[in-house]
């Protein structure tokens, strides 16, 4: 009923830069909010970035100032415009996203994409 597809991926050098792309589709009645997190082998799954509906943002301490969220309301997508990436920053990024079915629409859920791997070396 609803899919998302992740994209933009990939392997970077220090200092270098990624974009992610997480489209939705489907069924969709409405999205609130929209995020990314990123998990690396054996650890929990961590928020980077999350964005309403209005675009009022909030990001991890550690990502501030060199990833910046957004969105595409009318195509259903969210970005992750990443700079200054650093070796820390290698993990799977996956989007999040809330949001109601055309078949139920007052009820929202989470839905996740299938996860991008990054990756920040020399």
């Known amino acids: 009923q609803v899919q998302l597809v992740e994209s933009g991926g990939g392997l970077v050098q220090p200092g270098g830069s990624l974009r992610l792309s997480c489209a939705a589709s489907?069924?969709?009645?409405?999205?609130?909010?929209m995020g990314w997190y990123r998990q690396t082998p054996g650890k929990q799954r961590d928020l980077v970035a999350t964005i309403s509906r209005r675009r009022s943002t909030n990001y991890a301490d550690s990502v501030k100032g060199r990833f910046t969220i957004s969105r595409d309301n009318a195509k259903n997508t969210v970005y992750l415009q990443m700079n200054s990436l650093k070796p820390e920053d290698t993990a799977v990024y996956y989007c999040?996203?809330?949001?109601?079915?055309?078949?139920?629409?007052?009820?929202?859920?989470?839905?996740w994409g299938q996860g991008t791997q990054v990756t920040v070396s020399s």
């Open positions: 489907g069924s969709i009645f409405n999205i609130r909010g």
């Open positions: 999040n996203v809330n949001l109601s079915i055309i078949a139920s629409s007052w009820q929202y859920s989470d839905y």
